[in-house]
């Protein structure tokens, strides 16, 4: 069974741009989480997403966004890149958050560079 | 404001003698703990969790042990590998409604042969 997939896996962009970011979860897995990982806040929620609606939100600003489609697929969007952006983003996939204690498999990451 | 803690970003041990990581958590809502590794390149993966109903979950080399008064729980890892070198995260969750997991800043684990 493929793994948590997610592209690219390194991006470069500049201050102001907007970015797209893509994850393909496991087979059969229905909800998709996103985090920001950088060295001094460790691994910050964003969303979560489920049956295609954001079931859950982190404290972002607006200019984080994300969908998920009819295939579980998701992607988040970054527009007005700031430096501070710059950062590990990871999706996780779990079955079905019914039982809550489901287990996330993560994916390896895009790693966003700002400048 | 940092609810989960593990407050030794790093820490050495010799291959074969035990490694005990801690973690620290202050939001008496959270009611399952996991941790998980990551190694450099990759995304973590799931290691061992545990829920507040029990305080010891055991899965060979590892084991969780959660202390509910303290709110604090430690993993440990006995014999210690080279292979286990990497990054580790505490997270925890509050199973109720709002099921954010929240995550520690990890611990870098060296393990030296």
């Known amino acids: 069974k493929a793994g948590v997939t997610q592209t690219p896996r390194y991006l470069i962009k500049t201050r102001g741009q907007q970015v797209t970011l893509s994850c393909s979860p496991i087979?059969?897995?229905?909800?998709v989480s996103w985090y920001q990982q950088t060295p001094g806040q460790g691994l910050q929620f964003l969303f979560e997403?489920?049956?295609?609606?954001?079931?859950n939100k982190g404290n972002f600003p607006g200019r984080f966004s994300g969908r998920q489609f009819s295939n579980s697929r998701s992607e988040m969007n970054v527009s007005t890149l700031e430096l501070g952006d710059s950062a590990l983003y990871l999706c996780?996939?779990?079955?079905?958050?019914?039982?809550?204690?489901?287990?996330?498999?993560f994916g390896p990451g895009t790693r966003l560079t700002v400048l | 404001d940092q609810q989960v803690k593990q407050n030794s970003p790093s820490l050495s041990v010799q291959e074969g003698r035990i490694s005990i990581l801690n973690c620290d958590y202050t939001?008496?809502?959270?009611?399952?703990f996991l941790w998980y590794k990551k190694y450099p390149a990759e995304g973590p993966t799931f290691l061992i969790s545990?829920?507040?109903i029990k305080d010891k979950n055991e899965d060979g080399r590892f084991t969780v042990f959660l202390n509910k008064s303290a709110k604090h729980l430690s993993l440990h890892i006995v014999p210690s590998q080279p292979g286990d070198s990497a990054v580790y995260f505490c997270?925890?969750?509050?199973?109720?409604?709002?099921?954010?997991?929240?995550w520690g800043l990890g611990t870098s684990l060296a393990v030296n042969p």
């Open positions: 087979s059969g897995h229905r909800s």
């Open positions: 996780a996939s779990t079955r079905d958050p019914a039982g809550n204690t489901d287990t996330q498999y």
């Open positions: 939001n008496s809502m959270f009611d399952y």
């Open positions: 997403y489920f049956s295609e609606t954001q079931r």
């Open positions: 997270a925890a969750l509050n199973a109720g409604n709002n099921r954010k997991l929240i």
């Open positions: 545990i829920s507040s």
